[in-house]
């Protein structure tokens, strides 16, 4: 930060030599993260030792211990885990294959949707009736639908800023219901995927009140195979799902601090679990390696923080955001002093884009933080978003957010599937993460004025 914008913050940085001595600061925090391999390291770890941590499994409890390891050795204070009751469901097998007159049935790579009901012992076999929407799937008639298994042919393609992926998700989230409820005797959709494998991907659905399905993803190749198939006369596929549900299971999210001067808290979160079919090394691997990463290097390079920075790896966001709410409830009494919360779950692309949702006050702090990051060629996105699943809870009771934009381009690639492995990170946009959140944690926690509040809004 130079006097000159100084000036512009007269009000909030009276004095130039605060300015300079933030400057500093920020210029030492990027200089050693940049030559720090730490982050690397961490997520290294996390998919090595511990790898696939799906909320209610084994590998779940054993991210736990991990989490509050690392996190101790990574200098963090108050370092401890708090109670949250998991559900547990487990996919056992997914095996879908399609009938071929002149050879034997051709197995097709697919992984159940998360939470999708089984099928019984003999399977699900049924003639298959091809859509390349959800709006198409709404526009036919239970007639069309009754007793087949609907396929939803719809592919995704690459984005930066990951609409195609949100523009699409709803078919894998609530095609289900509405196949349910026309009376479809099971759902296959297009992986939403934009890499042509033969990698499944999965990921959540909500069946509401709608009579409950079996719902898989098909690989990108899988599903081209299928398409091919339907469109040249129509084929029947044979579906056997084993998912079942277990009982709730007690675990845990992790918490540990950079304790600042006051009782007031800027807060830093990523998701300790994965799917289950996935060693998560960016989702949320990354995200976890760059909120500890930036709480690490502030306690390292810079002095005590005026407040207090937390990191809080979230439980379950992947099988529905139980560990953000827990969080939420428990801290309750303590959300007025919450100032800022900021979320990593976009994998290890560089940032590109500062999104944000700051009351008007906060706007200085805003123009600093881009000042700070200018290095990094970061332009200022939008003022209403920033928000992710896990700080959710937090926006929603007045809490201002912050979200540094990745670069997704290549994130879909692998996004919830078994290819999300080591070999695909970043390693240069890993550490750039590190930089950018460390820049603001720092920045707002030791911000001089207020950052403000969020009006409330319901759920
Ligand atoms: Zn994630």
């Known amino acids: 930060m130079k006097c000159l914008h100084l000036l512009l913050l007269a009000v909030l940085l009276p004095v130039c030599g605060q300015g300079q001595a933030a400057d500093a600061t920020l210029q030492k925090l990027q200089a050693k993260i940049a030559d720090d391999p730490y982050s690397e390291y961490l997520v290294t770890t996390l998919v090595n030792e511990v790898g696939p941590r ?6 779940y ?72 929407s959800l709006d198409q799937l709404r526009q036919l008639t239970t007639a069309q639908v009754r007793g087949r298994i609907v396929f939803i042919d719809q592919r995704i393609q690459p984005s930066r800023d990951a609409s195609t992926y949100v523009a699409a998700y709803p078919v894998r989230k609530y095609a289900p219901a509405e196949a349910g409820r026309k009376g479809a005797a099971a759902i296959l959709i297009r992986s939403l995927s934009t890499a042509q494998d033969d990698v499944p991907h999965t990921g959540d659905l909500d069946y509401g009140d709608a009579p409950k399905i079996p719902a898989l993803a098909l690989s990108n190749v899988a599903a081209d195979r299928l398409s091919a198939v339907v469109r040249a006369g129509g084929a029947t596929v044979t579906i056997k799902l084993d998912t079942r549900e277990l009982g709730a299971v007690y675990s845990a999210y992790v918490v540990a601090d950079v304790p600042g001067q006051t009782d007031e808290i800027v807060l830093l979160g990523a998701h300790l679990d994965s799917w289950d079919i996935t060693p998560g090394a960016e989702d949320d691997g990354a995200g976890v390696a760059i909120v500890t990463g930036a709480a690490r290097a502030i ?72 000042d700070a990051l200018k290095p990094f060629g970061i332009a200022d996105g939008s003022h209403d978003g920033g928000g992710g699943s896990d700080i959710k809870p937090l926006m929603m009771q007045g809490v201002p957010v912050l979200g540094p934009r990745q670069d997704m381009s290549r994130y879909f690639d692998v996004h919830h599937s078994a290819a999300d492995t080591l070999d695909h990170l970043d390693r240069a946009g890993l550490r750039q993460n590190v930089a950018v959140y460390a820049s603001a944690a720092w920045l707002a926690a030791n911000w001089p004025g207020s950052l403000g509040r969020l009006p409330p809004t319901m759920p």
């Open 54 to 59: 799906f909320a209610g499994s084994d590998g």
């Open 299 to 370: 306690l390292r390079h810079a002095k005590k923080p005026k407040r207090t920075i937390r990191v809080v790896l979230y439980a379950d966001e992947e099988f529905g955001e139980i560990g953000a709410r827990a969080y939420a409830d428990a801290h309750a009494a303590e959300l007025g002093r919450h100032v800022l919360a900021m979320e990593a779950d976009g994998g290890s692309g560089p940032v590109w884009r500062l999104d944000s949702k700051l009351p008007d006050v906060g706007a200085p702090f805003r123009l600093a933080l881009l």
């Open 61 to 132: 409890e054993h991210a736990v211990i991990w989490a509050l390891q690392k996190l101790q050795a990574a200098g963090l204070k108050n370092v401890h885990a708090e109670p949250v009751i998991l559900p547990r469901w487990v996919r056992g097998r997914s095996e879908v294959s399609l009938e071929v007159s002149s050879v034997d049935n051709v197995p097709l790579a697919a992984a159940a949707i998360g939470g999708s009901v089984g099928t019984d012992a003999q399977g699900i076999e049924a003639e298959v009736v091809r859509v390349e």
